[in-house]
Antibody
Framework: QVQLQQGGAGLLKPSETLSLTCVVY????????WSWIRQPLGKGLEWIGE???????NYRPSLKSRLTMSIDTSKNQFSLRLTSVTAADTAVYYC????????????????????WGPGTLVTVSS | DIQMTQSPSSLSASVGDRVTITCRAS??????LNWYQQKPGKAPKLLIY???TLQSGVPSRFSGSGSGTDFTLTISSLQTEDFATYYC?????????FGQGTKVEIK
């Protein structure tokens, strides 16, 4: 049974860097696609990006200039780094697995988030 | 970006009611539409993928339909544990986008 465990700092000041890690227990980590999704408190869900160990990451365009996602197959973990944070980045951040019948060919259309981490509340405040 | 619009934004219903939630895409997304359920303080849970396929372990009272731009999530007989917020999400293109959510409350 695959499980996702999240870690990282929860309180940041404006202009600091947000760093989060998601550790994956079980499953075929290196074959899968891994995603980050965030949710401002009381609001809807926003896709941040996704990564696979053998392909270039895919980022939300509005965050691309500040965003780096990385993956470490030796530790079964993937990470998110968002620079120059502001109050607008305050949210619960979720890691999730992206699943789909064509992902092995690099086709991410027809896919879904089947497993989610518990979420990490990140607050940006001076 | 593909915009996803859910209706209604909230609804009140009683246990045993049939509930239908609609999701409309700003362009055709084929059948690349997923549904999630989220309870307060919890991560979303996948209910249905590719418009109509029930995720393993999800009760059969949940069903999905639609293709192109219009989709529906139906709960055939609402149970106490179904009171939650429901989101649709398109996987036709990136950035992947979600609907704004539909909160199902107890009448």
């Amino acid at each position: 049974q695959v499980q996702l465990q999240q870690g990282g700092a929860g309180l940041l000041k404006p202009s600091e860097t947000l760093s989060l890690t998601c550790v994956v227990y079980g499953g075929s980590f290196s074959d899968d696609y891994w995603s980050w999704i965030r949710q401002p408190l009381g609001k809807g869900l926003e896709w941040i990006g996704e990564i696979n160990h053998s392909r270039s990451p895919n980022y939300r365009p509005s965050l691309k200039s500040r965003l780096t996602m990385s993956i470490d197959t030796s530790k079964n973990q993937f990470s998110l780094r968002l620079t120059s944070v502001t109050a607008a980045d305050t949210a619960v951040y979720y890691c999730a697995r992206l699943l789909g019948p064509h992902l092995a060919r690099g086709v991410t259309r027809e896919s879904w988030f089947d497993l989610w981490g518990p979420g990490t509340l990140v607050t940006v405040s001076s | 970006d593909i915009q996803m619009t859910q209706s209604p934004s909230s609804l009140s219903a009683s246990v045993g009611d049939r509930v239908t939630i609609t999701c409309r895409a700003s362009q055709s997304i084929n059948s690349y539409l997923n549904w999630y359920q989220q309870k307060p303080g919890k991560a979303p849970k996948l209910l249905i993928y590719t418009a109509s396929t029930l995720q393993s372990g999800v009760p059969s009272r949940f069903s999905g339909s639609g293709s192109g731009t219009d989709f529906t999530l139906t709960i055939s007989s609402l149970q106490t544990e179904d009171f939650a917020t429901y989101y649709c999400q398109q996987s036709y293109g990136t950035p992947r986008t979600f609907g704004q959510g539909t909160k199902v409350e107890i009448k």
